[in-house]
């Protein structure tokens, strides 16, 4: 179980404290653990220190190849960021004054409509593309914007740095206060099979395209239909938002008379899918987490935009009693911060604020949250076959933590357990103390 059987050849082998969530387990640790890694990336092996001879000679490597982890260090799990605007990070840490649907005409739609303009594009993508790989996020769940060339270059851009990604062409034609940043219904179904046909003809190993309706708001009942039929006959992935604020729950009602909730909204137009993440769903009602959970549609909880924009606040603990998908997400830049890091602290406070509200609120521990970061985002984006953990089999998306990096914010004084030290860099840590990021197999920080 936790050797693979096929005839691989071990690439690299690494020693030293392990530490991961299972779908039984929040906090899994594993203690001077070996974990080998062969040369498609994957994870040929997980055994014991203390097995070093037996497992060299059965899975042929030499021990004096072995990389020992350091005393403060561990790998965990690369995060899995389920929803983030690459174009919005140009703005990233401003404007967050105003209220969702006035954001949104504000800020948010004069400045994505700049991105037709591919060198500026690519000066900002590649800004949001090792920001957030340096901060530890292996996979992004990326909203681009409506203008396919410059999505393309997104996905040639995580791909370049080997982030692992899906990448949307956000589709939206009615309901925008900005005039040149607007498609027709036929120009937004066009671009988006055009993009969808791109960027599957690049063969990155690693990014696939998203469809991506930006939200009921944005988008015609016509287009919505497009949308749902094109990622059914492609069998893609959906993004979208969905109930976010009161004010857009209600604009939706009026917009959608013949629907009963925003959620059936999506479900009518084939758009809710064991394949679809939704952000947000901070005023679903139970019976719209019911929808969720009968078609496996997920959602990705993104608390810093929630507050920072007084949009609500996502019950996780229904969310998760209701056994719907979770992932978090930064949402940048409703959300400022593009580290997961920040979206672990945000789910923790927020879970905490809920508790003061209502003292019988099952607070979220640290461990569970450590898992919405990894696997749960990894199962949000239906990826966590191959992705979300340890587990001979999968892919090897990996951070090496370093505790007690130098130059990092971190004093210790003692030698912690590993709980200790994973507690301490979730709610004290930055990138300083990702000294190492891999994905499938491969070092993609430090950059080369
Ligand atoms: N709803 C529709 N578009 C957006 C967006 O860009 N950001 C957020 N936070 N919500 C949205
Ligand atoms: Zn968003």
Request: aromatic share 6%; hydrophobic share 30%; charged share 25%.
């Given at each position: 179980e936790r050797e693979r059987e096929t005839n691989t050849t071990i690439a690299h082998v690494y020693r030293g404290t392990f530490v991961h969530s299972t779908p039984h387990t929040a906090l899994q640790i594993l203690e001077d653990a070996l974990l080998g890694v062969d040369t498609e990336g994957k994870i040929a092996f997980i055994g014991k220190g203390e097995e070093l001879n037996k497992l060299s000679q059965s899975c042929g490597f030499s021990p004096s190849e072995v990389i020992q982890l350091a005393q403060h260090e561990f790998f965990m799990p690369g995060m899995v960021d389920?929803?983030?605007?690459?174009?919005?990070y140009s703005y990233a840490g401003t404007a967050l004054d105003l209220p969702l649907l006035q954001w949104l005409n504000t800020y948010t739609f004069p400045v994505e409509s700049r991105f037709k303009d591919l060198e500026f594009a690519r000066s900002v993508y590649t800004q949001v593309v090792k920001r957030t790989l340096r901060n530890g996020t292996t996979t992004a769940c990326y909203f681009a914007t409506i203008h396919t060339d410059a999505s393309l270059l997104l996905g040639k851009i995580t791909n370049d740095f080997g982030q692992r990604a899906l990448v949307g062409k956000v589709c939206m034609d009615i309901n925008n206060a900005v005039k040149h940043y607007k498609e027709t219904s036929e120009e937004s179904q066009e671009e988006t099979c055009r993009f969808i046909a791109e960027l599957l003809k690049k063969k990155y190993p690693l990014v696939k395209p998203v469809v991506t309706p930006r939200f009921a708001l944005s988008c015609s009942a016509d287009l919505l239909e497009q949308l749902g039929a094109i990622a059914k006959n492609n069998n893609l992935h959906i993004q979208s938002h969905i109930s976010e604020t009161i004010e857009e729950v209600n604009v939706v009602k009026k917009l959608f008379?013949?629907?009963?909730?925003y959620t059936d909204v999506y479900l009518k137009h084939n758009?809710?899918?064991?394949?679809t993440v939704m952000a947000h769903?901070?005023?679903?009602t139970d019976e719209e987490l019911a929808l969720f959970r009968e078609t496996g549609a997920s959602l990705s909880h993104c608390p810093n935009s929630n507050i920072s924009l007084c949009s609500g606040m996502l019950n996780v603990r229904n969310v998760l009693n209701h056994k719907v998908k979770l992932g978090l997400g930064t949402d940048v830049a409703g959300g400022y911060s593009a580290s997961m890091l920040d979206a672990v602290r945000r789910t923790l406070d927020t879970s905490k604020v809920l508790t003061i509200q209502e003292p019988d609120y099952c607070t979220l521990s640290f461990e569970e949250v450590f898992r919405l970061a990894t696997l749960g985002g990894s199962q949000a984006l239906s990826m966590d076959d191959h992705t979300?953990?340890?587990?001979?089999?999968?892919?090897?998306?990996?951070l090496r933590v370093n505790v007690a990096a130098p130059e990092g914010p971190i004093d210790l004084v003692q030698v912690d357990e590993p709980k200790i030290l994973l507690e301490k860099f979730l709610n004290l840590g930055d990138d300083?103390?990702?000294?190492e990021v891999y994905v499938a197999g491969r070092k993609v920080v430090p950059f080369e």
């Open positions: 389920t929803h983030i605007h690459a174009p919005q008379p013949d629907s009963e909730s758009l809710l899918t064991d394949k769903g901070c005023h679903l979300g953990n340890f587990e001979v089999g999968k892919d090897f998306d990996a300083r103390n990702i000294v």
